[in-house]
């Protein structure tokens, strides 16, 4: 099997837990930091492990540029989730005081 046929499986493979699993767990993170609540350890350890996962494909996504959109589209809403969950904990710490 050649380089293209395993990165073929590959995004095939990231692509389906992107729809399936990702994705949806991202957009109920979103809601929830939207609502003003806190990020759980549950949470952050998705956002780990999707940065982990990101840094572990780097060179699958140099050789598939096609997908960078798509990839910086994932980026800007772990980055908000991110950010809001910050936000949320700072707000909390700020009104304990």
Request: aromatic share 6%.
């Amino acid at each position: 099997m050649d380089q293209e046929e395993r990165d073929t499986g590959t995004l095939a493979a990231i692509m389906l837990d992107l729809e399936e699993h990702r994705l949806p767990r991202a957009m109920q993170i979103l809601e929830k930091v939207n609502n003003g609540e806190l990020l759980s350890d549950r949470d952050i350890r998705f956002l780990r492990r999707v940065y982990e996962d990101s840094r572990a494909n780097e060179a699958l996504v140099r050789r598939h540029t096609e997908y960078y959109n798509l990839i910086s589209r994932c980026f800007g809403l772990y980055t908000e989730i991110i950010r809001k969950g910050i936000a949320n904990e700072t707000s909390q710490s700020d009104s304990d005081q």
